[in-house]
Nanobody, 121 residues
Framework: QVQLQESGPGLVKPSQTLSLTCTVSGGSIITNYYYWSWIRQPPGKGLEWMGA???????YYSPSLKSRTSISRDTSKNQFTLQLSSVTPEDTAVYFCARDHEGLRGTYDYWGQGTQVTVSS
């Protein structure tokens, strides 16, 4: 059973960088051919895919967030990390990490429980 767990600060000040980590257990992030995504849901809105890192370490980003987003991984800890720079209150959301098991098709079979991040001074 694969499990994902998000961690990071729940409150970030405007203009700062949001940093979240997803710790994966029960499966390796370098296993072919899985992709590990960050997805968020602002209050009252739908899910927004932010980006992903593949089993080979290649990264993929949403065009709308690409200039502010960086995803990396630590294979020794089986973790992948999201950094979102220059945050504003519009970045307030529940942030999820998830595993896509059929390429980058949004076919998520495992999700973290989500973590609330509020951007406020």
């Amino acid at each position: 059973q694969v499990q994902l767990q998000e961690s990071g600060p729940g409150l970030v000040k405007p203009s700062q960088t949001l940093s979240l980590t997803c710790t994966v257990s029960g499966g390796s992030i370098i296993t072919n051919y899985y992709y590990w995504s960050w997805i968020r849901q602002p209050p009252g809105k739908g899910l927004e895919w932010m980006g992903a890192i593949g089993y080979s370490g290649t990264t993929y980003y949403s065009p709308s967030l690409k200039s502010r987003t960086s995803i990396s991984r630590d294979t020794s800890k089986n973790q992948f990390t999201l950094q979102l720079s220059s945050v504003t209150p519009e970045d307030t959301a529940v942030y999820f990490c998830a595993r896509d098991h059929e390429g980058l098709r949004g076919t998520y079979d495992y999700w973290g429980q989500g973590t609330q991040v509020t951007v406020s001074s």
